[in-house]
C-alpha cells in the first residue's frame, strides 16, 4: 500500500496559471519535503517541514510556496508556473530529521503550456 | 557546497555483477544514500553508510571511504528489473537535508 501519496500523478497547466500539487502521507513523519528533478537531473530540494516548521531552500524561487495544513498533508503551489518549471515534483517523508530514510511518493509531472 | 559525481550511465550483462562508483567533494556530511529510481518512479531506498566499510544488503552492498570522499553500490547476480538509475545521496552536515548526485543510468542487457 501506497504510504506517500502523490496526485495527480500528471498535471498540465497554463503558463502563468497557478497550480497546486498535493502529497499526503500515512506514515506519521514528522518532516517532508519537496522536490524538484527535471529529466536527467537530481531531484533537488526545493523546501521542507519539520512538523510546522517551513525550511526554504536559499536558491528556490519566490514562485513556489507550500503549505502544511496538518501532519499528513503538504501542499506545493506554483504561482505563476513557467516553461522552466515543467519537472517532475517529488513529495517525500522521514520519520524525523537526522540520518533517516526518506520516503518517496510517485511523484507528479507537470507539463506548463 | 558539495559536488556529487557518478557515471552517467553503465551496462552490464544479466547474472553479472556491477559497481558503481559515487565520489564527492564536501565540507562535511553526516552519511552517505543509494536510492534507486525506476523511470518515471519515485526513487526508493537501497543502503546508508555513516561510517567507513562495506554494508551489505542480500545481493546490493554500498561501501565508504569518508577519507577517500569515495563510495560505491556493488550489484550482484544482476537481473533484467535493475535496470534503472542510482543515485548517491549525501546528509549534509549538521542537517538532514539530502544533496543528490545526477545518478547513474544502468541497462542490464540478456
Known amino acids: 500500500d501506497a504510504m506517500v501519496i502523490q496526485n495527480p500523478r500528471y498535471q498540465v497547466t497554463q503558463f502563468g496559471k497557478p497550480v497546486t500539487l498535493s502529497c499526503s502521507q500515512t506514515?506519521?513523519?514528522?518532516?517532508m519535503y519537496w522536490y524538484q528533478q527535471k529529466s536527467s537531473q537530481a531531484p533537488k530540494l526545493l523546501f521542507h517541514y519539520y512538523d510546522k516548521d517551513f525550511n526554504n531552500e536559499a536558491d528556490t524561487p519566490d514562485n513556489f510556496q507550500s503549505r502544511r495544513p496538518n501532519t499528513s498533508f503538504c501542499f506545493l503551489d506554483i504561482r505563476s508556473p513557467g516553461l522552466g518549471d515543467a519537472a517532475m515534483y517529488l513529495c517525500?517523508?522521514?520519520?524525523?530529521?537526522?540520518?533517516?530514510?526518506?520516503?518517496f511518493g510517485a511523484g507528479t509531472r507537470l507539463s506548463v503550456l | 557546497g558539495q559536488n556529487i559525481d557518478q557515471p552517467t550511465e553503465m551496462t552490464a550483462t544479466e547474472g553479472a555483477i556491477v559497481q558503481i562508483n559515487c565520489t564527492y567533494q564536501?565540507?562535511?556530511?553526516?552519511?552517505l544514500f543509494w536510492y534507486q529510481q525506476h523511470a518515471g518512479e519515485a526513487p526508493t531506498f537501497l543502503s546508508y553508510?555513516?561510517?567507513?566499510g562495506l554494508e551489505e544488503k542480500g545481493r546490493f552492498s554500498s561501501f565508504l571511504s569518508r577519507s577517500k570522499g569515495y563510495s560505491y553500490l556493488l550489484l550482484k547476480e544482476l537481473q533484467m528489473k535493475d535496470s534503472a538509475s542510482y543515485l548517491c545521496a549525501l546528509v549534509r552536515a549538521g542537517s538532514y537535508q539530502l544533496t543528490f548526485g545526477k545518478g547513474t543510468k544502468l541497462s542490464v542487457i540478456p
Open positions: 564536501t565540507s562535511g556530511f553526516n552519511g
Open positions: 506514515l506519521n513523519h514528522n518532516v
Open positions: 517525500a517523508t522521514s520519520r524525523d530529521g537526522f540520518r533517516e530514510i526518506q520516503y
Open positions: 553508510n555513516v561510517l567507513d
